[in-house]
Antibody, heavy 120, light 110 residues
Framework: QLQLQESGPGLVKPSETLSLTCTVSGGSISSKNYYWGWIRQPPGKGLEWIGA???????YFNPSLKSRVTISVDTSKNQFSLKLSSVTAADTAAFYCARLGLWFRDIDPWGQGTLVTVSS | QSALTQPASVSGSPGQSITISCTGTSSDVGGYNYVSWYQHHPGKAPKLMIY???NRPSGVSNRFSGSKSGNMASLTISGLQAEDEADYYCSSYTGRSTLVFGGGTKLTVL
């Protein structure tokens, strides 16, 4: 059974870079049929797609975040990571990592999510 | 990219049926059959309920069904149960190789 688990700091200072890692267990991240992505949910708001990466390095981003986002894959560790630069309080959110099907047709499974607060 | 449009809230009594709409454009919902629906109970991971407009993953109750007409997709839940109370989100692939979510709909079971 494939499982994903987010890890990283729960508190980040404004203007700094938010860094999260997703560890995949129960299956390989090196599958040509899937992408690995990040979704966030600010408190009291809806879900927002951040971006996704394929194990071969292809990546796709939400246009509104593209200039600040990096998503990378480490196949040796079966992990993928998110970096969001120049964060502000508006970036405070629960961050979820997940597996996405081709054409992002489905998102399953999801990690449990991790809350990241941007505050000095 | 603009979020897909969903009603903020819907409600129904146990046993009834409800439908949640998800309106997009010809560049997303109307252009591709890659619409999916997610159930989200606060504090938990979202759960895939429908993919490719109308397909149910293994293990999802057949009380959940999806459809699409033009630029609008719909999720119907029949035989409402108390445990169906949750937030529901639609999503769609877009022509720019991105994904867009709806704003979410809070379902209340009366």
């Amino acid at each position: 059974q494939l499982q994903l688990q987010e890890s990283g700091p729960g508190l980040v200072k404004p203007s700094e870079t938010l860094s999260l890692t997703c560890t995949v267990s129960g299956g390989s991240i090196s599958s040509k049929n899937y992408y690995w992505g990040w979704i966030r949910q600010p408190p009291g708001k809806g879900l927002e797609w951040i971006g996704a990466v394929h194990y071969d390095g292809r990546n796709y981003f939400n246009p509104s975040l593209k200039s600040r986002v990096t998503i990378s894959v480490d196949t040796s560790k079966n992990q993928f990571s998110l970096k969001l630069s120049s964060v502000t309080a508006a970036d405070t959110a629960a961050f979820y990592c997940a597996r996405l099907g081709l054409w992002f047709r489905d998102i399953d499974p999801w990690g449990q999510g991790t809350l990241v607060t941007v505050s000095s | 990219q603009s979020a897909l449009t969903q009603p903020a809230s819907v409600s129904g009594s146990p046993g009834q049926s409800i439908t949640i709409s998800c309106t997009g454009t010809s560049s997303d919902v109307g252009g591709y059959n890659y619409v999916s629906w997610y159930q989200h109970h606060p504090g938990k991971a979202p759960k895939l309920m429908i993919y490719d407009v109308s397909n149910r993953p293994s293990g999802v109750s057949n009380r959940f069904s999806g459809s699409k007409s033009g630029n609008m997709a719909s999720l119907t839940i029949s035989g409402l149960q108390a445990e169906d109370e949750a937030d529901y989100y639609c999503s769609s692939y877009t022509g720019r190789s991105t994904l867009v979510f709806g704003g979410g709909t809070k379902l209340t079971v009366l």
